[in-house]
């Protein structure tokens, strides 16, 4: 299999504005934000989207995404954010592997 771009950021094949990383996870800033701060959480173990990914890896990524959101609002001051994940390319999945965008939101 053809790895995807974030499988190539996990091998640090290609740049990018890391923000977190463990055993099971990585985050990173999303290339093309929608807000300031705008990033990504993708499970390091791969699965295409929630139709096939496990409900340990799901979870986890869940949390961790959780926990990443709630730091980097209280860091960038904002005001809010919106936790999304796109299923298939009919829902605006671009990049055929697991992720979460986690979008930071500002009052002004």
Same mark, same amino acid.
């Given at each position: 299999?053809?790895?995807?771009?974030?499988?190539?950021?996990?091998?640090?094949?290609?740049?990018?504005?890391?923000?977190?990383?463990?055993?099971?996870?990585?985050? !990173?800033?999303?290339? =093309?934000?929608?807000?300031?701060?705008?990033? &990504?959480?993708?499970? *390091?173990?791969?699965? #295409?989207?929630? !139709?096939?990914?496990? =409900?340990?890896?799901?979870?986890?990524?869940? &949390?961790?995404?959780? *926990?990443?959101?709630? #730091?980097?609002?209280?860091?960038?001051?904002?005001?809010?954010?919106?936790?999304?994940?796109?299923?298939?390319?009919?829902?605006?999945?671009?990049?055929?592997?697991?992720?979460?965008?986690?979008?930071?939101?500002?009052?002004?």
């Amino acid at each position: 299999m053809e790895r995807d771009i974030f499988q190539r950021i996990i091998d640090r094949d290609i740049p990018a504005t890391i923000i977190y990383e463990d055993a099971r996870v990585i985050a !990173f800033l999303d290339i =093309d934000p929608e807000s300031k701060g705008h990033f &990504l959480v993708v499970p *390091k173990k791969y699965s #295409e989207n929630l !139709f096939d990914i496990t =409900d340990e890896d799901l979870s986890n990524l869940i &949390l961790t995404a959780r *926990k990443l959101a709630l #730091e980097q609002v209280e860091k960038l001051n904002a005001t809010g954010f919106k936790l999304q994940i796109n299923n298939n390319e009919s829902a605006g999945q671009s990049v055929m592997r697991t992720h979460v965008h986690i979008i930071p939101y500002y009052e002004d």
